[in-house]
């Protein structure tokens, strides 16, 4: 299977090859991308990786601490162009973890996740609730990072990744 994931720095800093071996791996991530910015990346990263066979989405973490909550509609656009690419990959919105950033409100992560599901669920993809897996697979939300409380520890990937593989088992 030809895995394509897609995001910020969160994506960016995980070897998904070596958490899935079997695979063909294309890691997108790029540290600092905010969802406009993979908007206008996105046919690079289709031309890297043509035929996908499963996109796999997490981004927004640095529109969210920018204060930046409108980004719904272009996190849309990305859904749509996604879709239009043949053969139609599956594709998986995974939401946002529960982020540690002192300036955020403490209902803001589960507010733009809400949103996210909501999208995910409009647009018929996969919706992956890592921000539950953290708070239901680990001893300590803060095992799951690493201090700035926003990149993720090995701990935060292998809930991830583990998810991220039950999904792909059930959906096959």
Not at 43 to 63: E, Q, T
Not at 117 to 140: E, I, M, Y
């Amino acid at each position: 299977m030809r895995l394509l994931f897609l995001g910020d720095s969160l994506v960016e800093f995980c070897n998904w090859q070596n958490r899935f071996p079997g695979h063909a791996v294309f890691n997108a991530g790029i540290a600092g991308e905010t969802v406009a910015g993979l908007l206008a990346d996105l046919p690079r990263h289709l031309r890297r990786c043509p035929d996908p066979d499963r996109v796999c989405i997490m981004i927004g973490a640095n529109n969210l601490l920018r204060e930046e909550y409108a980004f719904l509609p272009d996190y849309e656009r990305i859904l749509d162009t996604l879709g239009t690419v043949p053969p139609p990959a599956r594709i998986t919105v995974t939401s946002l973890p529960p982020i540690r950033a002192s300036h955020l409100a403490p209902s803001a992560v589960a507010r733009v996740n809400q949103g996210l599901l909501q999208l995910s669920r409009k647009k018929k993809t996969s919706f992956l609730d890592l921000f539950s897996a953290f708070h239901t697979d680990a001893p300590t939300i803060d095992s799951c990072f690493t201090g700035d409380g926003v990149h993720l520890s090995d701990l935060g990937y292998a809930i991830w990744s583990g998810c991220l593989a039950r999904s792909l088992r059930q959906e096959s």
